[in-house]
């Protein structure tokens, strides 16, 4: 199983509407690197929901329902999404400050390359996010 993180801005789609929903397909990527991630993830991943820009914070584990397809939302070839399902809110939020802090996170792709909306974790990054949460 891999580890990722998907970026979004709660004012577009926060945690609480895709809860709401129970699926979605996250689409609207247009970056390729992240389409790339997007590409890479298979079925049963697990994946970190970060609120971007307002609250800057881990708040959720959610996992890959469908592997990669195209991107019904895209104007060109070539721009794929999947389906991601919610697993289940965290006990306590992972504020960026926090992650910025933790030496243990000194490499994670949300402080190397912040820009990015879908990065890699590894094993590591990942249960260290969860047991900064205080979630097991």
């Known amino acids: 199983m891999q580890h990722w993180m998907v970026k979004q801005e709660p004012s577009a789609y926060s945690w609480a509407q895709f809860v709401k929903d129970k699926r979605s397909a996250w689409t609207g990527v247009r970056n390729f690197q992240a389409r790339n991630n997007l590409r890479a993830m298979k079925k049963g991943d697990h994946v970190l929901f970060y609120h971007s820009v307002v609250g800057k914070?881990?708040?959720?584990?959610?996992?890959?329902?469908?592997?990669?397809?195209?991107?019904?939302?895209?104007?060109?070839?070539?721009w794929e999404c999947v389906d991601l399902v919610p697993v289940r809110v965290l006990k306590n939020p992972v504020?960026?400050?926090?992650?910025k802090a933790e030496p243990s996170l000194k490499n994670i792709g949300l402080l190397k390359q912040s820009r990015l909306s879908v990065m890699p974790l590894t094993a590591e990054e990942y249960s260290s996010l969860l047991k900064m949460s205080g979630t097991t």
């Not at 504020?95 to 992650?99: E, V, W």
């Open 57 to 78: 914070e881990v708040v959720g584990i959610a996992k890959v329902a469908k592997t990669a397809y195209p991107d019904p939302t895209a104007d060109e070839e070539g």
């Open 95 to 99: 504020p960026l400050a926090a992650i």
